[in-house]
């Protein structure tokens, strides 16, 4: 399984940025997908996550999408504050699962002033 990160870089506060994942070696249909967050000394925090029926989904400034039959998931980021700077982290889980199975590596996204 393969779970790669794109999108990510600098930004001014207020500003957008879309994240990509692509995966690769599962059964991405049937998996639930999220989009993590670290910052250093901070647990690794969940931004969205999307089921495998759904297009998309929104809480406040950001939504996730994710498209199968691309294999790939989605972070709309609008309005960034600068304490959306962080490392993001896409990930997958089996329905059944409790906990996130796979990972991607991660992109940095810095949002500045």
């Known amino acids: 399984v393969q779970l790669v990160e794109s999108g990510g870089g600098l930004a001014q506060t207020g500003g957008s940025l879309r994240l990509s994942c692509a995966a690769s070696?599962?059964?991405?249909?049937?998996?639930?997908m999220g989009w993590f967050r670290q910052t250093p000394g901070k647990e690794r925090e969940l931004v969205l996550e999307?089921?495998?029926s759904f297009v998309d989904s929104v809480t406040g400034r950001f939504t996730i999408s994710r498209d199968n039959a691309k294999n790939m998931v989605y972070l709309q980021m609008n309005n960034l504050k600068l304490e959306d700077t962080a490392v993001y982290y896409c990930?997958?889980?089996?329905?059944?699962?409790?906990?996130?199975?796979?990972w991607g590596q991660g992109t940095q996204v810095t949002v500045s002033s």
């Open positions: 990930a997958a889980r089996g329905v059944e699962k409790a906990s996130y199975e796979y």
């Open positions: 070696g599962l059964p991405f249909s049937t998996y639930v």
């Open positions: 999307i089921h495998s």
